[in-house]
């Protein structure tokens, strides 16, 4: 293992250097292996401004507190530059943070921060229930009902200044409770009334577009309560937590920074021999291969096990593997422990080529950015080449011990979902029913043969609850079919959708191979003469069908029935959206000159129509036919 | 009052000069609250805790607010060790 004064100049110098493969690599090695303040602050003052991270995703954060958090930012910096992100951290004064949310005057709302952090503990916002002087059943109940009412009215006051995501302590339980052992088992004890309010806090987060709860208590509990809290720190400093486990709150901190916004990571592409399976299939067969019995004792299968939560969460799978692809498929398919399968996979590369290649080209085949990809190879020199010669691609630094695997996949912290969209639960299946149209492609006579034989079935409707968070989440996650790159929270599409002047529509799309799901979107100022397209963007699921003609011909023919005279679109050129360049222009629209960061395009409804692909059926019904 | 040894003064100078976020050059061992500015209460809180943990020792809350140049800190650090 390197140490700290080893990694210090090899850091300096790649981010000197413009390296952002190996300074992400290297910074994630310091801060998992040496995760001091010293650490924190070399890379603090160290990548942020290099040229390495120049090109690295920045998240704005402000952390309103009742206690003080200023030793612990260093290390959620650190966090954040260790996964490739900048964050730009403010801190409310201190024990402000009701005045801070209340006053809409406030640096809270000038600062107007990507998301907001509420770090509250239960000794400040609650101190009758930690020192456990309410004296009675009914004084307990009370300090419940005061702390949730105190908290509702902070977070509605921030909801109705700022669109942003607001992440809420919960409160912790007190280490000892007044009442000893049976406390907990007394429904008006201490233990369950801040049982209560966390509940309560849950439930308020729930009926609030991107409010979300860290389970503060929890956090505590995984490290230990005895440990967690340090009364001189506390005493002097109002620091309430031993300063070895200031880490472990930034880097759960950093877990909701990474969930809110757009998704930074999007694909875990594995090797196979000693990370999926313990030897290698092309030397030892699949008798020789380890897979044991079960998860308990096998930690291959726990790793597998890990990996396949994240699919269910909706993160894209691929193989990069260095073997003979009959060997790999055949321990794949026929092993009978084997907990993924082929069909778990979107995109395979196993053969004997260089892996950033390969990498580059599952990139290209999942339509993703390289920077989507997470890499996992259990060869310290495979990870090594990959940092070297893919910078964009982050590596997963695995320890030696082959047990410690699946915990290394499972606290990957960009793979955290806040929500889960039936989107996210379907989308592995999504990939399966791809290649399947891959493959009809291929057999297919002519592009409109093919066309024809998916059978197309379109909805658009007006997006409503259940589909804001998908709304919000194409904004987000949607780079290379999107006009004009516009990221909007979900409280933003509810609000367009609440407004006088916008319409916001969602598309969704099926075929004979399954339904696609929403994978459209369009967001219109509709004015009574012009539409003017704020947003049009479409998921790269479908991306090659036509589906955008169908879009644009669907949306001309609304705006001529409300009687507008044209269509306005704009396009913002970025690094990812070249794809969607010339949808415009390809549809009729005229040019109209620039407009800000972009271009402009009209479409005169009086001069002309635009076709409806005879391909696509348009369905009016509010649900799709499964 | 003993000079501290070279090396614990170079290294706390590093230590400092992270957390602070500011370059080794710009500290000696005369550095002092009164003479950085980076120096101030919040990042002298951070730079007693990064002491500890570099060092391996317990500064108590009234040893904490008198150590505020780099030459008093080496010189606790001596004591601390030694005891």
């Known amino acids: 293992m390197q140490t700290f004064e080893e990694l210090r100049p090899l850091i300096a110098q790649a981010a000197a250097d413009g390296h952002a493969g190996l300074a992400r690599g290297l910074a994630a090695r310091l801060w998992h292996s040496t995760p001091t303040l010293a650490a924190a602050g070399f890379l603090a003052k160290t990548l942020p401004g290099s040229p390495a991270a120049a090109t690295w995703p920045r998240r704005r954060v402000f952390v309103l507190r009742s206690f003080t958090v200023e030793p612990i930012i260093p290390a959620l910096v650190a966090e954040g530059l260790a996964a490739g992100v900048v964050f730009d951290v403010t801190v409310g004064d201190f024990n402000a943070y009701s005045q801070e949310l209340l006053d809409p005057g406030s640096r809270l709302y000038t600062a107007d921060p990507d998301v907001a952090i509420l770090a509250v503990q239960t000794r400040d916002i609650a101190p009758e229930l930690w020192a456990g002087t309410a004296a009675s059943p009914a004084a307990y109940a009370a300090a419940v009902d005061r702390v949730t009412a105190e908290v509702t009215t902070l977070v509605e006051a921030f909801r109705g200044r700022s669109v942003r995501p607001l992440v809420l302590h919960g409160l912790d339980l007190p280490v000892h409770a007044t009442d000893g052992i049976g406390d907990h088992q007394r429904a008006a004890g201490q233990i369950n009334a801040v049982r209560e309010i966390n509940r309560r806090l849950v439930e308020l987060a729930a009926g609030k577009p991107e409010v979300y709860v860290l389970d503060y208590d929890r956090l505590v509990a995984r490290h230990g309560s005895e440990r967690w809290y340090d009364e001189r720190l506390w005493a002097s400093a109002r620091l309430p937590l031993n300063a070895l486990l200031m880490p472990a709150l930034a880097a759960e901190w950093a877990r909701f920074l990474f969930a809110t916004g757009p998704a930074l990571a999007k694909v875990l592409v594995c090797d196979l021999d000693n990370t999926l399976w313990g030897g290698v299939i092309g030397e030892d067969g699949l008798e020789g291969i380890v897979l044991g019995d079960n998860e308990e004792t096998c930690p291959y299968l726990r790793t597998q096990r890990a990996i396949l939560n994240l699919y269910d969460r909706g993160i894209v799978l691929a193989i990069c593997s260095k073997n003979n692809p009959d060997d790999a498929l055949q321990a794949l398919e026929r092993h009978e422990r084997m907990l993924l399968r082929p069909h778990h996979f979107a995109a395979m590369r196993m053969n004997w080529s260089d892996k950033p290649a390969n990498l580059a080209e599952i990139a290209a085949e999942i339509s993703v950015g390289r920077d989507a990809l997470v890499f996992l190879d259990d060869n310290p020199v495979e990870r090594e080449h990959v940092m070297q010669h893919a910078p964009e691609v982050r590596v997963l630094d695995l320890p030696d011990d082959v047990q410690r695997f699946a915990d290394v996949v499972r606290r990957f912290p960009l793979f955290e979902r806040l929500r889960l969209t039936a989107e996210d639960r379907e989308r592995g299946a999504m990939y399966a029913q791809q290649r399947c149209r891959d493959e009809l492609q291929r057999s297919a006579a002519s592009v409109e043969d093919y066309y024809r034989s998916l059978q197309m079935r379109m909805q658009a409707r007006s997006v409503v609850a259940e589909t804001v968070a998908r709304a919000s989440q194409l904004t987000q996650k949607t780079n290379q079919f999107n006009m004009t790159t516009r990221r909007y929270t979900e409280a933003e599409i509810a609000a367009f959708a609440a407004s006088d002047s916008h319409r916001v529509w969602t598309v969704q799309v099926a075929d004979r191979f399954g339904d696609n799901g929403i994978v459209g979107l369009l967001i219109v100022e509709a004015g009574p003469e012009e539409w003017r397209i704020d947003t049009f963007l479409m998921s790269c699921r479908v991306i090659g069908r036509t589906v955008e003609t169908a879009m644009l011909a669907w949306l001309a023919a609304q705006a001529r029935a409300t009687g507008a005279a044209r269509l306005v679109g704009e396009f913002i050129p970025t690094k990812k959206n070249a794809p969607a360049a010339d949808t415009f222009s390809g549809h009729g629209f005229v040019s109209a000159g620039e407009s800000g960061d972009g271009t402009r395009w009209v479409f005169e409804l009086h001069r002309g129509t635009m076709q409806f692909p005879e391909w696509i059926e348009l369905l009016e019904s509010e649900a799709l036919p499964a | ?83």
Do not use: C
């Open chain 2, 1 to 83: 009052m003993n000079a501290a040894p070279d090396d614990l003064v170079a290294r706390l100078i590093e230590l400092a000069a992270d957390v602070f976020g500011v370059p080794a050059a710009e500290l000696s061992d005369n550095s002092s609250s009164e003479t950085i500015e980076a120096w101030d209460s919040i990042s002298h809180l951070n730079l007693m805790l990064a002491v500890e943990q570099a060092f391996g020792v317990r500064i108590e809350p009234e040893q904490m607010v008198e150590l505020t140049s780099i030459a008093r800190i080496a010189n606790a650090v001596l004591k601390l060790r030694a005891g």
